[in-house]
């Protein structure tokens, strides 16, 4: 922030194009709320100086929403250096800000010193491994955070291991992930730590969507789950799990079915567009018909044809558990169509079927129309509606500005609690665009991460 001679103006003065959006009397009563949300003001990191300054000793303010403003690292330094000294905020949001490593950096460090936030996000940025690791250093030392979200960024391996590290010493966190570069390798370790350390009133939920996981990640996320029995939800989707690693999790979640034991307990999963065949399709078929626990079942997006749906639909004929199931965008023939009318013509449990962009023909899809009895509220899709329903996560359902990866030439474990400088500036940022993905089921599941 300026020096202390520096005279910084109040927010809100007319010959101030970033904060007249309000007027100064405005400002002045926004001030004295608990409440600051200043999202989608642009008010860069001009702005970013005055209204730093405002809140520097404000003890009203306790939550700060700086989302999309275009703050950058320059921005996002002058809040940093304003929480050293604020000790009323409790959440920060400072999503879609065109932050990188250096913004990321500046912002850990502030919170070795600011014991009073518990809620930090950060979604929609480009905050790679450097961020991950100091937050992981801050994570180990301040145990008020109880939630960090750095979701929609570009954080890989590195720094997901990092993140893992966290729980063996701070189990009380939530860390959310998904939509970043965390890899194999990154979700076995959260796998590993989550087996050893995760706390299962804290974090039943798992949200990795589109998160560069493949077969070996999947395989530990079974090993997970046999480990884990109260988990509660699980979204995978947009990875590249294969056949066999969604065929592991599948079995994973059969063990000790309808035993005295203990048993996968999860009530959602999301595994849209993950490259799932027929193979996996199958043990899922096995595992309702178990009765499993499962609620929502979302295989949309994926490669199954006739074959595999058909084991499913024999699944749910015993099955007095599962809701919803999202069958779209496969490669459903027509031999499914009379099983799926037995099931839905007797079910008392499925409330929802999707079997849209399939290779149904109209006969076919009338069967199963046909077998609907009358006052069900049974619902079945075989239209456009839902095919692209972004998946919200914590962040909700609104999807980023495209985004951008940078590369950092410094590594930051000492920098989080010594970067102190302003003035440091990092190399020329090379931009990347990120495909806003996301579920096909509007009933999609929790997100809560890393946890």
């Not at 290779?359 to 046909?370: G, R």
């Amino acid at each position: 922030m300026p020096r202390r001679k520096d005279k910084i103006p109040p927010p809100g003065l007319k010959k101030d194009p970033y904060t007249n959006f309000m007027k100064k009397t405005k400002w002045q009563a926004v001030l004295r709320t608990q409440t600051l949300d200043l999202s989608g003001r642009n008010i860069q990191k001009e702005g970013a100086v005055t209204v730093a300054h405002a809140l520097l000793k404000n003890i009203f303010v306790t939550n700060l929403n700086l989302t999309q403003n275009h703050l950058g690292d320059a921005g996002a330094t002058e809040f940093a250096q304003m929480l050293k000294v604020n000790n009323n905020i409790r959440t920060l949001n400072v999503g879609i800000n065109d932050l990188t490593d250096v913004g990321g950096v500046m912002l850990a460090a502030a919170f070795l010193i600011n014991k009073t936030l518990t809620s930090f996000s950060a979604p929609g940025n480009s905050l790679e491994d450097d961020t991950a690791t100091a937050f992981a250093h801050v994570l180990k030392n301040n145990r008020e955070i109880k939630h960090v979200d750095l979701s929609w960024n570009a954080i890989a391996t590195k720094g997901a291991k990092s993140l893992a590290s966290v729980l063996a010493v701070n189990n009380d966190v939530i860390i959310s992930l998904f939509q970043n570069r965390i890899g194999d390798e990154g979700c076995k370790a959260l796998c590993e730590n989550l087996k050893q350390y995760g706390r299962e009133t804290l974090h039943q939920h798992v949200n990795w969507w589109q998160d560069d996981i493949g077969k070996a990640g999947a395989l530990a996320i079974g090993e997970m789950l046999d480990a884990n029995p109260k988990l509660m939800s699980l979204n995978l989707s947009w990875n590249s799990l294969g056949d066999a690693g969604t065929e592991a999790i599948a079995k994973a979640m059969q063990t000790n079915v309808g035993t005295q034991l203990p048993f996968c307990q999860v009530l959602t999963i999301n595994l849209c567009q993950n490259i799932v065949g027929d193979k996996a399709a199958q043990a899922f078929g096995g595992l309702l018909a178990l009765d499993a626990p499962l609620q929502t079942l979302n295989l949309s997006h994926n490669v199954i044809t006739a074959e595999g749906a058909i084991t499913i639909a024999e699944g749910l004929k015993t099955n007095g558990h599962l809701t919803s199931l999202n069958l779209a965008h496969n490669k459903i023939g027509d031999p499914a169509a009379p099983p799926f009318a037995e099931v839905v013509s007797t079910t008392s449990t499925l409330q929802a079927l999707w079997l849209q962009r399939n290779e149904m023909k109209e006969e076919a899809k009338n069967i199963i129309s046909q077998s609907i009895p009358k006052n069900t509220k049974m619902r079945i899709n075989y239209g456009a509606l839902d095919d692209l329903t972004p998946y919200g996560g914590h962040y909700g359902t609104r999807e980023p500005e495209p985004m951008r990866r940078t590369s950092r030439k410094y590594s930051s474990v000492s920098a989080v609690s010594s970067l102190t400088d302003s003035s440091r500036k990092g190399p020329i940022q090379k931009h990347r665009k990120s495909v806003s993905r996301g579920s096909t089921l509007s009933d999609s599941t929790a997100s809560t991460t890393m946890s």
